[in-house]
């Protein structure tokens, strides 16, 4: 035996490692020899550590491709998004013509797929039975749809953002999930630059809408993009970090939220891409250790920022736990 994983129909993490760590001895890295030998201790490390663990024989959420044409950014990154979208690429050409389509149609995506305006709803209901003894559950239902009548009114008629957000912060104490229209509005304030931007944003992490952390992504990619890292991203970076670490989501809905962040590692934006790569740092797992070495194999691009590749070798570190090694 060499020590090399058979083939197998799913690759694991370990494996996964072994088969990167072969093939940058091969093959080199195109970025230089501290990348290549950074890349090969931080592997070494994994192999080292792992070698027996359960925690590696998980399946590779990201496994190195030989089946993709891997030379641009967002060719990596949507490659282990959707594999479905890049099979059989083989040509810088294919690369370009099918990386623009998958673009272009998550540009398209709604924003508020989840949050369709809820029903109306009779403001008004018939009292209890029990006149004499009103349950207190009815009450609050009657004081939140009160909440509700009022915040739709002030939106409804333009009033001052602070007096909204004041109307916002009443209705949050009833219930945490607030309808299309408000959280539209939260949208638009965090692309102010006023003081009300922070509040909107603090407000934002208190909705328990599943589109809120839509929201507050695309609000967190405006702002980069047009005035770099400030408090309202810091603000917002902080409510992903809420988000995704979360006890009480399932699953699927948290893999879900971390494949859009993910997706930021191939934005148009270098403050956008950098930052992507901060908050995994924090967040990421072992699984994303394959994406960040795949970034790391690129030749330098044109747009590239001088900060990107230190920021994810850090990030590799990090998550590794090479760095403290």
């Known amino acids: 035996m060499d020590g090399r994983p058979a083939a197998t129909a799913v690759t694991t993490l370990y494996e996964d490692w072994q088969l990167r760590r072969e093939r940058i001895l091969t093959q080199g890295a195109p970025t230089g020899k501290g990348y290549l030998e950074a890349q090969i201790r931080v592997l070494d490390y994994l192999l080292r550590r792992y070698a027996d663990s359960t925690e590696a024989r998980q399946p590779a959420r990201f496994p190195q491709r030989t089946d993709v044409y891997l030379d641009e950014r967002a060719i990596v990154v949507h490659a ?84 909204i957000m004041s109307r916002l912060d009443i209705v949050l104490q009833f219930n945490s999930r607030l309808p299309a229209r408000q959280i539209e509005f939260l949208f ?22 599943e589109s809120a952390f839509e929201y507050a992504l695309l609000a967190w990619q405006d702002r980069l993009t047009a005035h770099g890292p400030d408090l309202i991203t810091a603000r917002l970076e902080a409510l992903f970090r809420t988000k995704l670490s979360d006890p009480d989501i399932d699953t699927p809905l948290r893999e879900h939220r971390c494949d859009l962040l993910r997706a930021q590692l191939a934005s148009a934006s270098a403050e956008v891409r950098l930052r992507a790569v901060c908050v995994i740092e924090q967040l990421g797992t072992l699984h994303d250790i394959g994406l960040l070495l795949d970034l790391l194999r690129l030749p330098t691009a044109v747009d590239e920022d001088s900060r990107e590749r230190p920021a994810l070798l850090a990030a590799l570190h990090t998550i590794s736990g090479a760095g403290t090694a």
């Open 80 to 163: 282990h998004m959707g594999c479905c979208e890049v099979a059989g690429i083989k040509s810088e050409a294919q690369a370009a013509q099918r990386s623009s389509r998958i673009l272009n149609r998550i540009a398209a995506l709604d924003p508020q797929h989840d949050l369709k305006a809820p029903e109306r709803e009779l403001i008004w209901l018939a009292p209890p039975a029990d006149r004499a003894r009103p349950r207190l559950g009815y009450w609050k239902m009657l004081r939140h749809r009160a909440a509700l009548l009022s915040l739709e009114e002030a939106i409804l008629f333009d009033w001052r953002p602070e007096t």
């Open 188 to 209: 638009r304030q965090l692309d102010d630059s006023t003081l009300v931007a922070p509040v909107a944003a603090d407000i934002l992490a208190r909705c328990s809408n």
